[in-house]
Nanobody
Framework: VQLQASGGGLAQAGGSLRLSCAAS????????MGWFRQAPGKEREFVAA????????FRTPSMQGRMTISRDNAKNTVTLQMNSLKPEDTAVYYC??????????????????WGQGTLVTVSS
């Protein structure tokens, strides 16, 4: 499956951004969709994931309180709504996909397909 991420940009601390991931090539009914991020000099880390039926997982309770992951199966899109942004949210955000039905996949090497990344910069 081919993935195209968009929606990154510059935001102030406390602001919001909405990231989108459009998938093509296959329908996503058998895929778990995830968002990862990679800050300069750091490893890529899991942010959130969602399965076909809407089951969700987040890296931390703080992220769960500030972010919403959703998917539109008819449109083959996944969205990450990020609120109350913090400077430490600054990173390149990647959407990813893998075949599966549970949301317990939190390691980058568990995902087979990746989008190109979209940069999120949060200023203090």
């Amino acid at each position: 499956v081919q993935l195209q991420a968009s929606g990154g940009g510059l935001a102030q601390a406390g602001g919001s951004l909405r990231l989108s991931c459009a998938a093509s090539g296959r329908t996503l009914s058998d895929y778990v969709m995830g968002w990862f991020r990679q800050a300069p000099g750091k490893e890529r880390e899991f942010v959130a994931a969602i399965n076909w039926t809407g089951g969700r997982a987040f890296r931390t309770p703080s992220m769960q309180g500030r972010m919403t992951i959703s998917r539109d199966n008819a449109k083959n899109t996944v969205t990450l709504q990020m609120n109350s942004l913090k400077p430490e949210d600054t990173a390149v955000y990647y959407c990813a996909a893998r075949v599966g039905h549970r949301v317990g996949y939190e390691r980058a090497n568990e995902y087979s397909d990746w989008g190109q990344g979209t940069l999120v910069t949060v200023s203090s």
